[in-house]
């Protein structure tokens, strides 16, 4: 009997550990993996650490150059833009194009990837 019940609750917390993964993928929306697969490269999100580009903590509101310990390019830190869905549109559709002299190159040509991405932003 204790073989029996021994092997039910090892099952039990098997299963049960395997679930959360399951969860957690449930969770992740498309923004969040466009996110991870086009722009974690460069950028953190979950930290306020400095990669290549800048922290995106609370980007939407945020002052366009204003991340501290950042180096970011004349050009951006003078542009006055402060982030909006609207901004990030524009500037993630062609980031040269929005300010000239940038260090970001990466474009976002799918509408719907960009606006999964900003959506996604814009709740961190």
Same mark, same amino acid.
């Given at each position: ?56 903590? $609370?980007?939407?509101? @945020? ?6 310990? %950042? *180096?970011?390019?004349?050009?951006? /830190? &003078? ?16 980031? $040269?194009?929005?300010? @000239? ?6 474009? %976002? *040509?799918?509408?719907?990837?960009? /606006? &999964? ?8």
């Amino acid at each position: 009997m204790r073989k029996l019940v021994f092997v039910l609750l090892t099952a039990s917390a098997m299963f049960a550990g395997a679930t959360p993964g399951v969860a957690q993928e449930a969770d992740v929306t498309p923004g969040q993996k466009l996110f991870q697969q086009r722009c974690g490269a460069c950028h953190q999100i979950a930290t306020t650490r400095n990669g290549v580009g800048p922290n995106l903590q $609370g980007v939407v509101g @945020r002052a366009a150059g204003s991340v501290e310990g %950042f *180096n970011y390019s004349s050009p951006l /830190r &003078a542009s006055g833009i402060t982030w909006s869905p609207e901004t990030l549109e524009t500037f993630l559709t062609n980031p $040269g194009a929005m300010v @000239r002299g940038t260090r970001m190159t990466q474009r %976002f *040509n799918k509408a719907d990837e960009r /606006r &999964a991405i900003i959506e996604f932003l814009a709740t961190r």
